[in-house]
């Protein structure tokens, strides 16, 4: 079955395209050509469609609202056939118009459950940057071919409505296109590319025809008509496709493709001011010029709460939610810039017995420890200093005030990192850099305080454990 309906599709487009464009046949086959094979090309693009959603999986409702969007298309080519084709009493809006119209709705519809079906938990920012795209292609779109045919547009509010409801479809059309085109990262791939080439190519050929129909500088005849048999071609070639590829989740582009979405934007806003210039631009052009640049600001505040998160992640140790060794950098440079007018001491520590604790209780046990440790040690520390974890067992942390102030928190900093248990004990060596008073850059302060920490490590080692009521008399040492 799907075998005959592609030799329809596709034969009949070819024999469609040489009686158009190269006048074989010539005028005594017009009508069987461009009627009944015209009219059989589109039906069995939207069957061939139905045979794509027989596959079933998750693209089944997305391809059963493909098929219903071009069947309806070709209801309204036969009621033409039938009825309009010839008949200068022909009514318009007629029967046919709705099934033209039909595959609008349907169509977007049919993109709607796709993308569904293509995505899970798909990134904000990858959202908003297919609704920028749309929304910067919609209002272009809508000042270069809403407004042309509202100029021009004649006659009773519904056939007005009628008429305008074509260009408005197309645009809406091309701007879904760009829009989806976005969310793939520019890279649609096989299948996608022929789906949306298809509904594009449908957009192209009712511009075509608009513009035929105005005389607005193209030429009579029915070359247009093989145009649109070769959306119906590229739409009814999904038979024969794969699934579409999945829509990656997260938001991350490379090389050129970060500047589409800005290089659409920047297009679409120049030359919409340019028209405005010189024209007055409508209502819908308006609307969408606004909503295009709101989605832009919301897309940079997207952008910015992802910059923070990310910086947030940089920031923090990730096992205690101390602060890492970089934000130690950070905050060590800033303390000492200001040191004069705010003195501080650095206080690096070390655990005690950790290597041993890892090879006895393994490393789960190890980072379980070294979490409870950690924050253990911020809230020691609060509110007057903040704890870092900058690599293994080794900590830091930045206590506010000079000498005189210190003594309280260092001794809580030390016992907060202390721990013991059946078949283990866990303590910290610590040594002190007061800044300015002993050290006045980052580096000679960490390189005193590492030096007094290996001090005290060493005399621990020479002089064997010591117990816990004892380590208050050698801290007052430091």
Sequence with gaps: MRNGIGALLFGGAAVVILHDWVGIGGPALDVAINGVVYDTVVVCAGLACLTRARRGGQERAAWIAFAAAVLAWGAGEIWWTLYIEGNPSAPYPSPADLGYLGFYPLAVLGLYLLVKARTHELDPRLWMDGLIAALGTGALGAALLVEFVADRADGTGIEVATTLAYPFGDVVMVSLVVGVIALTRWRPGRTWTLLLAGLTVMAVADVAFTLQTYEAAVPDGDWVEPI??????????????????RIRPDARFDGWREMVVPGIV??????????????????LTTVLWSATMLAVIARLALSL?????????????????????????????ARCARAAEDPFTVMLLDLNGFKRYNDTFGHPAGDAILARLGGQLQRAVAPDGIGYRIGGDEFVALIDGDCSGRDAVVKRAAEALTAGGKGFDLSAAWGLASVPAEADAPAAAMQLADVRMY???ESRRLAGPLPVHDREALEQSH
């Design 266 to 283: 920047a297009v679409a806003m120049i030359a919409l001011v340019g028209m405005q210039y010189f024209n007055h631009a409508s209502a």
């Design 228 to 245: 649109y048999l070769f959306a119906a071609v590229l739409i009814g070639a999904e038979a024969w496709q794969p699934d579409a590829d």
């Design 455 to 457: 001090a005290q490590k």
């Design 305 to 333: 709460r992802e910059n923070k998160r990310l910086l947030d992640q940089v920031r923090t140790d990730q096992l205690t939610g101390l602060g890492s060794h970089g934000r130690l950098q950070v905050d060590l440079a």
